[in-house]
């Protein structure tokens, strides 16, 4: 039987994970390499990653999840989003360009096997890349959505703005969300270079600088025929899935921070007249600095697999073909992200900080750009504010509040994407 028409009879394009770690790494790592060497003269000079992306692309990145048969590597979320965090540690920006990608492909493969999913899978297939985003920069929540889907002439059309629009400057299909004429929620896939589209480098943030996340505007532009979606029917561990995304890149950054700080000390060759021995590098409180925040960026990955693991177990609930919304494997991948979410930003922005203890005045040279680490984390990290999840999980903890419904922003109790 053919592969698309063998699909056709599962629930979902999922398929149980076939990658081996070490292919992976083999692929992936030499690429990794290539992309750190040109980290600090991006970020000094605000340079686009565009080549470098595409060399990702090329490679498979944005293919990871797929199964093989489908021409993906078939790798797990706990492969991919380890991935994610080495290419963090290597360049942040250019590992959020993948966020908005990632979740699409995430929603395709969730999604009932169809004639869509088989044109999206080509495309994939062909290097499509996506970017986009549902944010729009009124205050407002999902109801409020102004952004408008209209139909004429069998062709429907979308009209509205949209802010932290990620990766769209590296994309050929923008992913957003709007509102029909009933006042149904849509995400709309609108090909990039058409009329009626216009990206904005607006981003005004102080970190992760080069991820294309400032503004969209759409003026009458066209939807693709395969690429109108319910938004209530999308992939429901989504908004665990963007936030895995923003926690993989954090462990990432807080590895490289270390990593940096560790050959700048063995570097230094003057010590104060406080320390402990003539040689920095000597010297047990500025050891001490480095052992401790090492042991925060184990506490980072730790929580980052750990949470991974779960988030596996939703898509494998789905694959198997169980309710996955309101389920038990949700609900705990729910927590699970939850609690990670507070180890690996307390652990990021610990390690980005107190590097600087190890390292003295010669720490903050711009030739070293120590503080790009500390800027991308710090942006990052105020994405989905930490505080309301202590809150959420202390009322899970006494009260059994599942804080899974919290998460949905269709269900009228979520906090959005």
Do not use: C
């Not at 991919?80 to 492909?105: K, S, T, Y």
């Not at 003026?219 to 665990?240: H, I, K, M, S, T």
């Not at 950054?253 to 003057?270: C, D, F, N, T």
């Not at 730790?302 to 198997?320: K, M, S, Y």
């Amino acid at each position: 039987m053919p592969a698309a028409q063998d699909a056709r009879t599962a629930v979902s394009w999922l398929s149980p994970p076939t990658a081996v770690d070490a292919e992976l790494s083999d692929r992936f790592h030499p690429l990794f390499a290539q992309i750190k060497e040109g980290n600090r003269d991006r970020e000094r000079e605000r340079i686009f990653a565009h080549e470098q992306v595409r060399w990702l692309i090329d490679a498979g990145f944005s293919r990871l999840r797929i199964p093989e048969r489908h021409g993906g590597s078939g790798a797990s979320l706990q492969q991919a989003f380890r991935l994610l965090a080495e290419l963090g540690a290597a360049d942040a920006n250019i590992a959020h360009v993948f966020r908005n990608h990632w979740a699409f492909v995430e929603d395709r493969l969730y999604s009932p096997p169809d004639e869509a999913g088989e044109v999206w899978l080509e495309r994939f297939r062909a290097g499509d890349f996506v970017g986009g985003g549902w944010t729009e920069a009124n205050g407002g929540k999902f109801s409020d959505m102004r952004t408008r889907l209209s139909t004429r002439a069998g062709a429907t059309y979308i009209t509205g703005a949209k802010f932290y629009a990620t990766g769209s400057l590296y994309a050929d299909w923008l992913d957003v969300i709007g509102v029909d004429e009933s006042g149904t929620a849509l995400t709309a896939l609108v090909r990039r270079d058409q009329p009626g589209v216009e990206l904005i480098d607006d981003w005004p943030g102080f970190g992760q600088r080069t991820t294309a996340s400032g503004s969209a505007r759409y003026d009458q532009a066209e939807v693709d025929r395969f690429g109108l979606f319910p938004a209530a029917e999308r992939f429901p561990y989504q908004g665990l899935f963007y936030q895995t995304s923003l926690l993989a890149i954090l462990a990432g950054i807080a590895r490289a921070a270390w990593s940096e700080a560790i050959e700048a000390l063995k570097q230094r060759r003057r010590n104060y007249p406080l320390g402990l021995d003539e040689v920095p590098a000597r010297d047990a409180q500025l050891l001490q600095v480095i052992g401790r925040l090492g042991a925060q960026v184990f506490q980072a990955d730790a929580a980052l697999q750990a949470q991974t693991a779960a988030l596996d177990e939703v898509a494998e609930a789905r694959r198997a073909g169980a309710d996955v919304r309101g389920g038990e494997a949700l609900r705990t991948a729910t927590v699970r992200t939850a609690e990670a979410q507070l180890v690996i930003i307390d652990a990021a922005l610990a390690v980005t900080n107190e590097v600087f203890d190890a390292l003295g005045a010669s720490g903050t040279s711009e030739a070293v750009l120590l503080d790009r680490h500390w800027r991308n984390a710090r942006t990052l990290a105020s994405h989905n504010p930490r505080i309301y999840k202590e809150r959420v999980l202390g009322d899970w903890y006494v009260n059994g509040t599942d804080p899974s419904v919290r998460e949905d922003p269709f269900s009228g109790g979520g906090q959005g994407v």
